[in-house]
């Protein structure tokens, strides 16, 4: 067993909470920010040195299943890491991040959680770009969804969902008023419109610079193929106000065949984490669902980022 002694101090200065667990699961050290994010949260156990996380996920709710499948898909090998982002049952206005990646001194045996209150879901300082989860078409956009999602579930059919932030969008709004900055959103839309024009398929803006595309019986490959012609689209759009200038376009891809223990949140929750890696990352490229991609045959994933 690796000493991981001299690693508390380093673990302790830092604002977020952070597990190390072995292969099966087990708890080997934990930081002091650890017991407090998991209690703040409510909805994923709260583990201590010496026992099984894994275990632990088995016996909770839904949260806990996608935290548990996901975690074994990065021990397993079958992705490089995994990002989970969810709302909080202790504090349901706000938002929660689990992440986990192998730990690098020994990649195999031993990995790395990362647990972070996001802050508020609702109207409170969210990152710039995150996906909220009401807005301006929010009801229509839920009814659509949750009947698609329903329809879906009865044909045994998948059913996708992107994402769609622009970047320095409040740059934008500075420098060519809110008239102006409208007129481009309306431009947005009108183009997302056109890659979503079969039934089922639905364009919603949530706030000013995120957009949600849902789309039915279309696999995560070939919605990551649309979601690079969408990019394009997007930076082929002039700002205007007499400027020719361009933005940009983050983009969140998830994808799901609905079934019994799962709900639409879980395609909300997997778009808001892949869009918030995407920006993360950079900026200006397309990023699928880890949990999404770990279920592809390896010949079949994207190779690029776009």
């Known amino acids: 067993m690796a000493d991981f002694a001299h690693y508390g ?10 597990a190390v667990i072995d292969r099966e699961g087990t708890i080997v050290l934990v930081n002091q920010e650890w017991g407090h994010s998991i209690a703040n949260d409510g909805g994923l156990p709260e583990p201590h040195p010496g026992s099984n996380f894994l275990d632990d996920c088995r016996a909770g709710d839904a949260t806990a299943a996608r935290a548990l499948q996901g975690i074994s898909a990065v021990i397993r090998g079958d992705v490089s890491r995994f990002e989970l982002a969810y709302s909080g049952h202790a ?9 986990c ?15 972070r209150d996001m802050g508020s879901a609702r109207g409170g300082a969210t990152e710039p770009g995150s996906m909220p989860t009401s807005g301006p078409q929010s009801s229509a956009l839920n009814a659509h969804l ?18 769609v932030a622009l970047d320095a969008f409040d740059a934008a709004v500075e420098r060519f008023g809110r008239d ?6 309306q431009r947005i839309e009108q183009a997302l419109g056109r890659f979503a024009g079969r039934a089922g398929d639905r364009v919603a803006r949530l706030d000013d610079a995120v957009f949600v595309i849902v789309m039915a019986q279309t696999d995560i490959v070939d919605t990551y193929y649309r979601a690079l012609e969408i990019k394009r689209a997007i930076s082929a759009i002039d700002v205007g106000a007499g400027q020719s200038k361009r933005l940009t376009a983050s983009i969140g891809i998830s994808s ?12 909300l929750e997997n778009a808001r984490s892949a869009l918030a890696r995407a920006r993360r990352l950079g900026h200006n ?19 690029g980022k776009g």
């Not at 102006?180 to 959103?185: C, S």
């Not at 490229?285 to 190779?303: G, I």
């Open 9 to 18: 101090s380093v673990l302790d200065s830092l604002g977020e909470g952070v």
């Open 101 to 115: 990646a192998p730990l690098n001194a020994v990649p195999s045996a031993y990995f790395v959680l990362t647990h």
């Open 146 to 163: 949750e009947g698609e999602w329903a329809r879906c579930r009865r044909n045994g059919l998948r059913l996708s969902m992107m994402a």
């Open 256 to 267: 799901a065949i609905p079934t019994p223990e799962r709900s639409p949140s879980h395609l």
């Open 180 to 185: 102006g900055a409208e007129a481009y959103l």
């Open 285 to 303: 490229r397309v990023e699928l669902s880890l949990q999404e991609v770990a279920a592809l045959p390896l010949r079949t994933r994207p190779h």
């Open 91 to 99: 504090h349901e206005q706000h938002e929660f991040q689990l992440h």
